[in-house]
């Protein structure tokens, strides 16, 4: 089993900034990829950006050029530099992790949540 602890949520004003951080631990084998989710009020849980074992990232057209994520050196910790925040940012941001507990033996785990207030 693998377990996300998230930090770094609060209420920020509008312009302001905010740094998201995830830790995973467990029995990882080999991580694939490393993200983060958004689930605003009344809406579906949508991707905000994630990062692979490779490095490589893809952000959502929403917060490209304001939001960046990136990785630790171990890879079993993932973060999301939050700039520019707009009221519309306003969420719960859930981390996700997937990846290998042993060959063939997959998981898919999720963080507990922390919320996102940009509001004046």
């Known amino acids: 089993q693998v377990q996300l602890v998230e930090s770094g949520g609060g209420l920020v004003q509008p312009g302001g900034s905010l740094y998201l951080s995830c830790e995973a631990s467990?029995?990882?084998?080999?991580?694939?990829?490393m993200g983060w989710y958004r689930q605003a009020p009344g809406k579906e849980r949508e991707l905000v950006a994630q990062i692979n074992a490779g490095g490589a990232t893809h952000t959502a057209d929403s917060v490209k050029g304001r939001f960046t994520v990136s990785r630790g050196d171990a890879q079993n910790t993932v973060y999301l530099q939050m700039n520019s925040l707009r009221s519309e940012d306003t969420a719960v941001y859930y981390c996700?992790?997937?990846?290998?507990?042993?060959?063939?033996?997959?998981?898919?785990?999720w963080g507990q949540g922390t919320q996102v207030t940009v509001s004046s």
């Open positions: 467990g029995n990882i084998f080999r991580m694939v990829a």
């Open positions: 996700n992790a997937r990846g290998y507990y042993g060959p063939g033996s997959t998981f898919d785990s």
